[in-house]
């Protein structure tokens, strides 16, 4: 994965009201699943270890996020989009490529 700041959100999804439009910091999904893209950019905006996060599964179940934006047996691309609270922030989950995260004030 790379962390990428400046990548933006598929554009058929920015206007989608219910998506934060403040996402402070964003991560483009490489390599890996969602769920390790949810960790490292809550670490990242957080200034923390990735390990001293509480376990993502106190939140969601990880697989299920996976599964949920995972290619389908025909290889069609998954688009949508997942918004959650963790660890005080907002974390947007947008489409199989992109993990945004809005730190709260």
């Known amino acids: 994965m790379t ?3 400046t990548a933006s959100a598929d554009p058929s999804l920015a206007d989608d009201p ?9 991560r483009r999904v490489d390599d890996g699943p969602p769920s390790e893209a949810v960790v ?3 670490a990242d905006a957080l ?11 106190d939140v969601l179940d990880p697989d299920a996020l996976d ?6 047996p025909g290889g069609t691309v998954r688009e949508g989009a997942f918004v959650f609270e963790c660890c005080g922030c907002t ?10 995260v809005h730190v709260a004030d």
């Open 91 to 100: 974390v947007a989950v947008l489409g199989s490529d992109e993990v945004g």
């Open 3 to 5: 962390d990428d700041t």
């Open 18 to 26: 219910a998506l934060p439009d403040d996402l402070t910091h964003r």
């Open 47 to 57: 200034d923390r270890d990735p390990l001293d996060l509480p376990p993502l599964n």
């Open 67 to 72: 599964a949920l934006f995972a290619d389908t």
């Open 40 to 42: 490292e950019t809550l």
